[in-house]
């Protein structure tokens, strides 16, 4: 791994004295990175934003940038960029001027200030809005300028906490793109808060899980979705089926689903027979079984919903609740309380350890 | 549409026929005397404007409300330098300390400014706690009472809470988040207040001024029991012509004309913030 650029050690943050809103977190990132926060609401994601902010004070541990302690530093003297949920634009001032504003608090000669603020204004598409008032300027607008604003004094690293909460989706994915193109192309380690796992997936390069003030998971999108390490990151993100299952013979291979029987198991390493696990299988690893298949069940179909491109089954198998996604010409025929055969292949689960 | 319009009609007849007790009670004791005040003072004892004159061109009356706009200029800027911090605090004071301190704020409006008067001259006294605390020091004890420190000390303290409630509510709009924002962006806690908070607040802050600065001008009872009687205020010396010299004419000038200065500073602030503002 190449040296690490922001360090969280050991951070903790009680309120009460007691009860620890963070839990000794440990992170690292590197530089350039796009790190996401996710996490429900009170899971210590928005503490530890707050913590590297400097907005709140750490109870224990230390937060370290490029090597140097900033835990005891206050908030501006961190020269960390924020983009907050409600924009916080100063709305006495344009969009040019709170563009300005981190240039003229670090007494960077007014021509050059303006410059520099004109093209970041540029480089968020914005440089025709530049003499507005952030009244006079729609909910995307806004937080573009709260975007320029944070980066426009090149910031040590850029926090994002839940910039996107309050747009329609349409508006959402565009900036989330547009998030992302900005971040490449000034390589500023970000980190991005939020509780919506879609948005986590599209644009991080590491998604950090958090519940209950711990850090559950950290990995890539693709690590957290297909091989989460518990059953609370499988059910955080993305869809889920997750099934008990007794290991009747791990070393050959084989489980027992109640309700379901026999099933091979995903290739992972070896554990002693007779312990119990939870096989995860997500929606769209299941589709019809052609015949001779192994690996089925047959699913008592509830509900379709159709998607279009997709189709989601809600039904049961022996009792377990299951949720199929099939390709939409392959739902077709299927109607509500009808019962059809599902297969899976054994790779594409995922055994999580009973906790 | 004719139904509309009779529908409006009828209903702005009910507005006005609610309105018509306190119409009828602000004409017969508010608008005729007031009419009475400023015949009176062109009529008293003879048609003219002599009274007038003598205002602008005798020395006493012009130095009477110089005094008085002075003190009132004062006595706002005491209220605002006093005012803001309180205000900024309560503010940012978590809601069951800012209702304390409301509830503490707010006391004052609920004894009467008579009795809070009394208990400065008591306090400001020759006998008073602070005449006794500089003679224990070793110090003469200071001539406080009837000097103009303490009446504006005291006019400050009775206007105080005009100025808090003013701020108070500008600055509990300011959005949390903004300051925050500010601090992120490099901006020292003093900059903070100077490039935000002030801005923001600037509407709070004319607000209080204007509120207190009227207030103060028409002052009368405090600077009478207070004051220093070498200088003098407008109401004072207004009260003084009427009950001491029976002139009424010249009291009745001097009425209209600090009428007019309030109004004037009135008509100031309406043009800049519109005046269904001033009370919040």
Redesign the interface.
Known sequence: MTKPYLELKNLSKSYDGRSRALDAVNLTAAKGEFITFLGPSGSGKTTTLMLIAGFEAATEGEILVDGVPITRVPPHKRGIGIVFQNYALFPHRTALQNVMFPLQMRKMPKARATEKARAMLALVGLERFAERHPREMSGGQQQRVALARALVFDPALLLLDEPLGALDKNLRENLQIEIKRIQRSLGVTTIFVTHDQSEAMAMSDRIVVFEGGRIQQAGTPLQVYDRPVNEFVARFVGDSNLLPLHLTDPASGLGEIAGIGPVRLPPQPARQPGERATLLLRPEVLGLAQPGASNTCRMRVETVVHFGDSALLIGDAGGTALRARLPGQAAQGISERAEIALSWNPAAGHLIPAA | MSATAAATGESSLKSWLLLAPLLVFLAAFFVVPLAQVVVMSVTEPEFGFGHYAEIVTDGFHLRVLMETFVTALVVSLCCLLLGFPLAYAMAAAPASLAAAMMVVVTMSFWTSFLVRTYAWMVLLGNRGPIAQFAEWLGFAAPELLFTRFSSTIAMTHILLPYMVLSLYGVLKRI?P??P??????????A?VIR??VL??AAPGIANGLTLVFVLCLGFYVTPILLGSPREQMVAGVIGQQVEEFLAFGEASAMAVVLLASTLIVLGLYHRRFGLDRLWG
Request: hydrophobic share 50%.
């Open positions: 959005e988040a903004l925050r924002s500010a601090a992120s962006l490099g901006a020292t806690p900059a490039h935000v801005p923001l």
